[in-house]
């Protein structure tokens, strides 16, 4: 299994993950082709700088023509929307970034990561603002450079092909951002909405913004964990450097990527929504379309069950399991499609045990085991295996068991030695 782990002691911005990727084996030929294909007069520029001794890989997005600031300019001011478009006031800010990203030639899993990705920083600010999701004007996308550095972050991310991204405690940074119609603190609400319960957060170093909301809804589009080390041999490790140097912290983003052997995991220490609502009068065709119309919704798991009152009335009860981002369209769909006065819902977490093989040496040769860990590194179970315990015992004349119990214990003194 493919693992990445973002170290983000210095918060993290798409610059510096641009960097970071490159540095960490990704080829810069597939950034510069994904700015070619995105085909808004975009280029790339990366340079080796050390930071705070490190060597670095430094990421820079701006226009070809000199004459336009792809920092500042609003999106809608730059040529290529004033050439595609009757005028400013018909432009969508999201559906037209949607548009941009879905007429690139780059790869469709890169396309629904960087959608994703801007789909859940929309959603975000439009909650925040109480506005409609149209109307939104995204505080980070004050030009193109945003939409360009996250679509490569996510055409880096699709060509590492990482089963499982982690991340650190995430340093946010601090104070306040200015604009036009007011001030917003650090971390700005959007990005804690993005956030939300499941990352561990701290503010140290500058006054500055040092994760971006953008990032905050990468993060959420990659279905990072928040989580320490796994059990895992490093390959890779890249350093994206930032646009200023401090002097009481290292700008750059760090980034590992290493296999845990063997091994198959899936959600560690995860979290669902359960929603439950009791109906009656349903029949059975009936039950089987609103499930079917729960799974296209992205349920996890659906199940019913009779309840019986002490009035002997028989109702049944829907249990429906899912990732807490699609709790709120599954709740609405449930109200909409059938007669019901209330739904409950609530959160549960669960972990699953990180499975891996190790071949572990005997006086009988090397022998295969199964082993079971959960993510603070404690071995649950070493099975050794079944096959070639049998062969050993038959060959030397000894019990199975004591083939077994011998393995095992040389498993474990191993790992405690």
């Known amino acids: 299994m493919k693992i990445a782990y973002l170290d983000c002691f ?3 911005s798409s610059s510096r993950f641009i960097g970071a990727l490159v540095d960490a084996g990704v080829p810069a030929e ?6 070619d294909a995105l085909d808004i007069g975009a280029r790339l520029d990366l340079m080796h700088i050390k930071r705070n001794m490190i060597e670095t890989t430094k990421a820079h997005v701006s226009l070809v023509s000199a004459d336009i600031d792809l920092e500042s300019t609003p999106y809608y001011e730059l040529p290529i929307f004033l050439e595609r478009h009757e005028s400013p006031e018909n432009l969508k800010l999201l559906s037209t970034i949607i548009a941009l990203i879905s007429n690139a030639s780059i790869s469709e899993r890169a396309k629904e990561l960087a959608i994703d990705t801007f789909t859940f920083l929309a959603q975000a600010e439009a909650e ?3 506005l409609p999701i149209e109307e939104i004007y995204f505080h980070e996308v004050r030009a193109l450079n945003t939409v360009v550095t996250v679509t490569l972050c996510c055409v880096g991310c699709d060509w590492l092909n990482i089963d499982q991204w982690y991340v650190s405690p995430l340093n946010v940074g601090s104070g306040m951002l200015k604009y036009p119609q007011g001030s917003l603190p650090v971390p700005t609400p959007a990005t804690l909405k993005l956030l939300g319960d499941k990352a561990s957060i701290f503010s140290e170093g500058p006054q500055k913004e040092l994760l971006t909301s953008t990032c905050a809804a990468l993060l959420k589009a990659l279905k990072v964990s928040f989580a320490p080390y796994p059990p895992v041999c490093i390959t890779n490790i890249g350093y994206g450097a930032g646009r200023i140097e401090y002097d009481n912290l290292p700008n750059f983003l760090r980034v590992c990527i290493g296999h845990i052997d063997g091994g ?6 995860h979290e669902v929504i359960v929603t439950e609502a009791e109906f009656t009068d349903l029949r059975p065709e009936q039950i089987n379309k609103l499930q079917q119309e729960l799974y296209e919704r992205a349920a996890q798991l659906i199940y019913t069950q009779p309840i019986v009152s002490s009035t002997h009335q028989v109702t049944e009860k829907l249990t429906v399991i899912s990732l807490p ?4 369209a599954i709740r609405y769909h449930l109200f909409s499609q059938i007669p019901l006065h209330t739904v409950h819902w609530h959160t549960e977490h669960y972990e699953d045990l990180i499975h891996y093989e ?7 040769g090397e022998v295969k085991v199964q082993v079971g860990q959960l993510l603070d590194n404690k071995i649950i179970f070493v099975i050794p295996d079944a096959q070639i315990c049998e062969s050993v015992a038959q060959k030397h004349d000894l019990h199975p068991d004591q083939i077994r119990k011998t393995v095992k214990t040389l498993f474990l003194t191993r790992k405690k030695t």
């Open 30 to 35: 597939i950034l510069y082709e994904a700015v």
């Open 128 to 130: 925040v603002r109480a």
């Open 264 to 269: 198959k995991k899936q959600n560690v220490n």
């Open 358 to 364: 190790e071949l572990v040496l005997t006086p009988w």
């Open 325 to 328: 981002e699609d709790a709120v």
């Open 10 to 12: 210095a918060g993290m």
